[in-house]
C-alpha cells in the first residue's frame, strides 16, 4: 500500500478507537449502559430471491433462493464479521 494511504488508514483508525472511547466515557458519566451494535447484515426478500444486504453501506453482498439458506449465509457473515472484530481488539 502506498505510504500516504498507510497514513491516513492508520489516522482513521486511531480517530475511530478515539471516537469508540469517548462514546463510552460519555455514556459512564450518564450512569447508562452503551447501547449494543444492530446486526451487520440482513436478508431482504426481492422477487424469488432473498438478498444479503449490508446494513452500513446498503450493498448487495449475495443473494439466495431460499429463506433457510439466506438466514444461514446472514449467520456465516456475523461470525465471520466478530472473529475479525476480536482480532482487532
Known amino acids: 500500500m502506498h505510504t500516504t494511504m498507510q497514513q491516513r488508514v492508520e489516522d482513521l483508525a486511531a480517530l ?3 471516537t469508540v472511547l469517548a462514546t463510552a466515557d460519555f455514556y459512564a458519566k450518564l450512569g447508562r449502559p452503551a447501547p449494543a451494535e444492530g446486526p451487520n447484515y ?3 426478500a426481492k422477487g424469488n430471491a432473498w438478498h444479503i444486504v449490508e446494513v452500513k453501506t446498503g450493498k448487495t453482498r449475495c443473494f439466495c433462493f431460499s429463506y433457510k439458506a439466506a438466514l444461514r ?3 456465516a457473515l456475523e461470525a465471520a ?3 475479525k472484530l476480536v482480532g482487532r481488539q
Open 81 to 83: 464479521a466478530t472473529r
Open 73 to 75: 449465509f446472514v449467520d
Open 16 to 18: 475511530r478507537e478515539r
Open 42 to 44: 440482513k436478508a431482504v
